[in-house]
């Protein structure tokens, strides 16, 4: 019995694999707006109805594909940044950097996918939400670290963002002084500006060193969040002044 239970367990992980697999070729073809669980039935040879049982909605079958492409970016962000070990706060935050550059340029139909134009008519859930905060969640422990090590440089707020970068502050990271927090949300919409550009040919006869052309732009975001201080003797990394904390 216990056997005969593992062999439809692999079998239900095959079939959900398989069917993922059709799905993120349509994706490259059509996009996800046009995504079809019938087109998807059809190319795998199977009734609609049978995966339907996997899949009941094409809704679900979004989610699914969201949170895979969420998590495989957030993979490579986090290998990049375990590879960098004990290198300083700026030279593990571009490497966080240009690993969410390098998955996206690898799978520009999942970026696509996350960061691109809503899908008409579909509303993540919130179970999409943890995989989606893992580079988020990776940039904020960086400038964590370095806060309670040689501290952050802070850039002054306007009076009237005050009561709002408290709130963000509360929500996001309540260790952390409330200018930071606000500096890395913009590095954050940044950052994925700056890759969708990439990815989507915005920077086509504007930008053509742009692997260079990223990683200065990437230390200007570790800049903006405070990271300004040199990295220690034989890193490499820009240079800058002590920062307070």
């Not at 109805?49 to 699914?64: G, H, K, M, Q």
């Not at 309670?148 to 009561?163: F, H, N, Q």
């Not at 940044?190 to 086509?204: A, D, R």
């Not at 800049?223 to 220690?232: D, M, N």
């Amino acid at each position: 019995m216990t056997t005969a239970r593992g062999v439809r367990a692999r079998a239900r992980i095959e079939v959900t694999a398989a069917i993922k697999d059709k799905a993120r070729g349509q994706l490259a073809a059509e996009g996800a707006a046009k995504l079809s669980l019938r087109a998807v039935a059809r190319e795998l040879g199977m009734a609609s109805s049978a995966l339907y049982r996997y899949f009941p909605s094409r809704d679900d079958l979004l989610t699914a594909l969201i949170i895979d492409a969420y998590d495989s970016l957030g993979e490579s962000a986090e290998a990049a940044h375990a590879e960098a070990g004990t290198r300083g706060p700026r030279e593990r935050w571009i490497a966080v950097c240009v690993a969410a550059r390098r998955w996206a340029l690898e799978h520009p139909h999942e970026y696509a996918l996350i960061y691109g134009s809503p899908v008409p008519g579909y509303s993540a859930p919130q179970t999409t939400v943890p995989a989606a905060s893992r580079v988020g969640l990776l940039l904020v422990g960086i400038v964590r670290d370095a806060h309670r090590g040689k501290g952050v440089a802070r850039t002054p707020l306007p009076a009237g963002l005050g009561a709002e970068a408290r709130r963000m502050a509360a929500d996001l990271a309540p260790d952390l002084p409330s200018e930071i927090v606000v500096a890395l949300v913009a590095a954050w919409a940044q950052l994925y500006g700056l890759i969708g550009f990439e990815v989507f040919g915005q920077f086509n006869r504007v930008v053509e060193d742009r692997e260079e052309f990223f990683r200065h732009a990437a230390e200007q975001l570790a800049h903006g969040v405070g990271l300004v201080y040199p990295e220690p003797a034989g890193e490499a990394g820009a240079s800058g002044v002590r920062a307070g904390s």
